[in-house]
């Protein structure tokens, strides 16, 4: 499985980005995904999973109430909808696919993307 993240930009405090990240399989329908984001200097944390059918999904409670994920089986894509966003958020945002479960988890996720960038300024 390959994944493709893009969206990624510079955006001022309180402004919005989607991030999409497309796979190329013909099983996305699957697999669990999540976002992770890993900022400088720092380890790389979970943002957001979702189940393989889009009907469940957790936060990391640092983006709770305003980022969204989302899927798109027949497209084979998930999204991050960020909205008031902070420069704190700034990272670099990697998309993952879980043959398991949705986890929190960075080792519960066997294939990656190769990350796209949101800068924020205040």
Sequence with gaps: ???QASGGG??????SLRLSCAASTRTFSNY???WFR???????????????SGGSTTYADSVKGRFTIS???????VYLQMNSLKPEDTAVYYCAASGGP???????YDYWGQGTLVTVSS
């Design 32 to 34: 669990a995904l999540g």
């Design 10 to 15: 510079l955006v001022q405090a309180g402004g």
């Design 71 to 77: 899927r798109d089986n027949n497209e084979n894509t």
């Design 38 to 52: 890993q900022a400088p200097g720092k380890e790389r944390e979970f943002v957001a999973t979702i189940s393989w």
């Design 1 to 3: 499985v390959q994944l």
């Design 102 to 108: 949705r986890s929190s988890r960075l080792s519960n």
